[in-house]
């Protein structure tokens, strides 16, 4: 009787907890295709048709337009140094100055060299003088000796001595005219090195050869130089200067083809908000065989010294503006086994899947060359609990503060 009692009170608990079970079971959420026929929370846009500019990006890197080492070209000691390390200077600044007196003693005796040489040369134009004067002398004395000699007055010895002499006055006269003209060659020599030993005295004034930014000072006053030998100092030019970067091979050709329209316009951003605005210059005349990249070269006014040689900096250029270009945002573009994708939400409110030709980026959106067209709406939010034809509940736009909230949650998370 007992055991038979305590069966029958298993069996109704067993049947409760069973039925419990199902009423749980019935009163939860629904599973499979009952869930996925509710609409999906999302956000969406409409796919918009912009003007989109065709840019080239690259990193630049700022090069000097024109880099000068400075040497000395006399040997000496370094007297002076005229600027301070880091400091621009001017065409014709003065930067150093030699010792100038073994300079100075050298013109000196140049020019006392040249004056004896002008002493000379005109005591040996006197002696010419006075020797035409001997000789005309000797020449008339001569010829009245020889008439004599027809008369007989004068016997033909005297007559040759009296010949003779002449001929003595006449070669006296042509040595000293070879001594003037020696005596003149002597001044213009001493001329030519009175001017070299002055031109040797204005090197010791070593002056900027172009405007531009001094380096380290490498030698200092005390310091003896060769000539042409240590570098005085590093002059860079750095208004203008150029900016180098270098693009896909591929793109040369519109390089070269909206070159030649007008020259293009190049962006350098240094850092921060600062930019500086320059034009294209140079075109290199070769691919580099190891990179496929080709060279170019962009100059720059740098007003503000904003460039400096040596730095890397962001580089763009804009080729042409794009009309009616198809653009979304960047979120909306999924990418899937077989390529790019969006989901398009029909006018039923459902979606569907999309293939598209994602051409490039621009800013924060994505420039797309086919499969969609403009005033499409593409989700922008929620694409992972979507299925094609699910139906969507598209939310309304987020503000600017609930985006950066919703992004520090994400980033968070």
Known sequence: MYLHRFHSVAAATLLGIGLFGLVACSSGKPKGPAFAMGPVAVRAVSAASSNVPLEISAIGNVEALSTVDIKARVAGQVRSVHFQEGQDVRAGDVLFELDQVPFLDAIHEVEANLARDI???????????????????????????????????????QTETVVATSESNQATLAADQAAVTSSEAAVRADRARLEDARLQLSYTIIRAPMP????????????LVKDNDATLVTLLQTQPIYVSFSVPQQQLSDVRRFNAER??????????????QGKLKFIDNAVDLNTGTIKLKAVFANPNHRLWPGQFVNVKTQLTLEPDRVVVPTQTVQTGPNGKYVWVMASDSSVSIRPVNVLRSWGDKSVIGSGL?????????????????????????????????????????
């Open 119 to 157: 002493a000379l040369t005109a005591q040996a134009k006197a002696n010419v003088v006075k020797d035409q004067a001997v000789l005309k002398s000797a020449q008339a004395q001569a010829n009245r000796a020889l008439a004599l000699e027809k008369e007989g007055i004068y016997s033909k010895e």
């Open 212 to 223: 531009g930014r001094t380096g380290a000072i490498q030698i200092r006053p005390g310091n």
């Open 263 to 276: 020259p293009l316009e190049v962006i350098a951003l240094p850092g921060g908000d600062a930019q500086e």
């Open 373 to 413: 067209k403009a005033g499409e709406t593409v989700i922008t939010e929620g694409q992972m609990r979507l299925a094609p034809g699910a139906k969507v509940h598209v939310l309304k736009p987020q503000t600017p503060a609930e985006a950066t909230a919703s992004n520090n949650q994400a980033s968070g998370s």
